[in-house]
């Protein structure tokens, strides 16, 4: 491999990097504009491509940051509770769509925009301190922004009846999450703690490098703002810069206090934002439930690795090659540590007495990208490159490889447009945008708004109102709850029951539209203090008022 200077006289901007990232996310902003030119009659684009309601609930939180709010409440339950939680991000959002005019989609696509270009310049920094030529940076930012795996191979298979349908054999082509393009394209929240990370590592590395103190100063400012967007995260920085110093040490061959705690001051900066987040998410007696509810199925060793693709080739076969290509830099070695320790604590629940690591996918979403900066060293260069005959037929071998591994994304944009066009849970019915509207202007906070799981999560996003479910995670009991309120939209609760059922929960309105009425004509208006304020057609607001149910219970 060819080291790069880390050390340059002058900042040079990354003209090629930012070309990269424009393309990305022009290309990826297709889709968006394809699903409002494809919406139904008096229907309008939900104006997210998947992980909707995680979106929704973030937008739940957004909304309380465009209104001025700096500590934010859990709107998505009836629990009342005092502001606790902090995100910066949702602060950044939430105030730009305060300036935006409380324009939702003007802001998520700033957002969105914002996130995917700091991913692919944050990449691009990193690439530049890994040792990596400037072919092979060129290279591998093409390939972090689009690349994929073997999934479009076996989709072509499954599509000519060669092989049967397996969706562990395609998680590149699907909402797995375990490619910067999939970030980029899917979830915002994502791309910005990708790139985040990617930055950190970056001025990390040139603390390693340079021994500059700044670099670990800026790199533990990075972790604080990174720990209170998704403090997820952090668990992983405290599982790598202990094991990293110890690295750092053993290759030294001697121990000096001074590095050492110049290189765990991130763990320092960030001590009081994990500590914040524990107490918030184990204590509190809302939040607590966002750690402990929903269950993932875990995914087996086997097809995570399928899952990598050409990149996980080249990383593997790099780490055949160690004493061809040792790795030299601290960059590299603060890498390899860095995919060791995510691949542990990604397994770690497999182990014995690490039964409390929870399962998430979530937390390897940087897996491809760091994989990707020590495995591209492999590609040399001068052996593509060189004048003569030869060349050409090495360069075309190389074009067509970078193709394959950019063809998963193209799959997986061709099927997600499919399913805009086809899926009707993309589109909001006009009647229940109309009534979202009507909510947000006459039921807000403290008002509790009673509706199904799906009603709850849609409307938080266009609503200030609180509802009573919302998310199947931070909703608290949730499933028991929604039980609660498929009997009470089904009609089995006798009236003095559904009144008794109102006033625990603290219901203000109730919403009744194509979700709530299932399988039943309930008739609302005839519960005691239910009395129907608004009709939009295919759905109804309810307001109820507890003296009037309570009179008539007694």
Not at 103 to 112: C, F, G, I, N, S
Not at 279 to 293: G, N, T
Not at 399 to 424: D, F, Q, Y
Request: proline share 5%.
């Amino acid at each position: 491999m060819t080291e790069s200077s880390t050390r340059r006289s002058r900042f040079v901007f990354p003209w090629g990097a930012f070309m990269v990232a424009v393309l990305v996310i022009a290309i990826t902003q297709i889709p968006f504009e394809l699903g409002k030119l494809w919406a139904p009659e008096r229907t309008t684009f939900d104006g997210s491509t998947g992980m909707t309601q995680d979106q929704n609930m973030y937008f739940s939180f957004i909304r309380q940051a465009a209104e001025g709010r700096w500590l934010f409440t859990n709107r998505l339950t009836h629990v009342d509770h005092d502001p606790a939680m902090f995100n910066l991000e949702w602060l950044a959002v939430g105030r730009l769509m305060a300036f935006c005019g409380n324009d939702l989609e003007l802001a998520y696509t700033a957002w969105r925009w914002v996130g995917s270009a700091g991913l692919v310049l944050a990449f691009w920094g990193l690439a530049s301190v890994a040792g990596l030529s400037r072919f092979q940076r060129r290279l591998a930012v093409v390939l972090c922004a689009f690349g994929g795996g073997f999934g479009w191979i076996v989709v072509a298979l499954e599509r000519r009846g060669l092989i049967p349908t397996n969706p562990l054999a395609t998680l590149d082509v699907s909402d797995a999450l375990l490619y910067p393009f999939s970030h980029i394209f899917f979830n915002p929240h994502l791309s910005t703690s990708h790139g985040l990370s990617l930055f950190f590592l970056a001025t990390y590395a040139l603390g390693e490098t340079t021994h500059k103190a700044r670099w670990y100063l800026i790199a533990s400012c990075i972790a604080v703002v990174h720990g209170l967007i998704r403090p997820y995260d952090l668990i992983l920085t405290y599982g790598v810069l202990p094991l990293f110093i110890v690295v750092e040490a053993i290759v030294a061959r001697e121990w000096s206090w001074r590095r050492s705690a110049w290189r765990a001051l991130p763990l320092l900066a960030t001590a009081p934002v994990i500590a914040y987040y524990i107490a918030l998410f184990e204590f509190h007696p809302v939040f607590k439930y966002w750690a402990s509810q929903g269950v993932v199925r875990p995914l087996a060793l086997q097809w995570q690795l399928f899952s990598l693709g050409p990149i996980g080739v080249l990383f593997f076969v790099r780490l055949c090659l160690l004493k061809r290509f040792p790795l030299k830099l601290p960059a590299e070695r603060l890498l390899i540590v860095w995919i060791a320790t995510m691949l542990i604590l990604f397994h770690a629940h497999r182990f014995p007495g690490m039964g409390f690591m929870p399962y998430t996918p979530l937390l390897g979403i940087t897996m491809t990208s760091t994989m990707l900066l020590l495995g591209v060293g492999l590609i040399d260069a001068p052996y593509f490159l060189r004048e003569g005959r030869p060349a050409w037929g090495r360069r075309a071998l190389l074009e067509i490889a970078v193709l394959g591994c950019t063809l998963s994304s193209a799959v997986w944009m061709v099927k997600i447009c499919r399913n805009l066009h086809n899926l009707p849970e993309h589109f909001i019915e006009s009647d229940d945008r109309r009534a979202y509207d009507r909510l947000n202007e006459f039921a807000r906070d403290p008002d509790i708004t009673l509706g199904s799981l799906v009603t709850g999560n849609r409307a938080a996003k266009y609503a200030s109102s609180r509802f009573v479910l919302g998310h199947i995670n931070i909703t608290p009991n949730v499933h028991e709850l929604s039980a609660r309120v498929k009997r009470f939209y089904s009609g089995d609760m006798s009236d003095e029951e559904a009144v008794t059922f109102l006033d625990e929960m603290g219901v203000d309105w109730i919403y009744f539209g194509l979700d709530e009425m299932g399988e039943t004509d309930v008739d609302l208006a005839a519960i005691p203090g239910v009395k129907q304020q608004f009709d939009f057609g295919g759905v109804q607001l309810y307001r109820y008022e507890r003296e009037a149910g309570r009179r008539s219970g007694e």
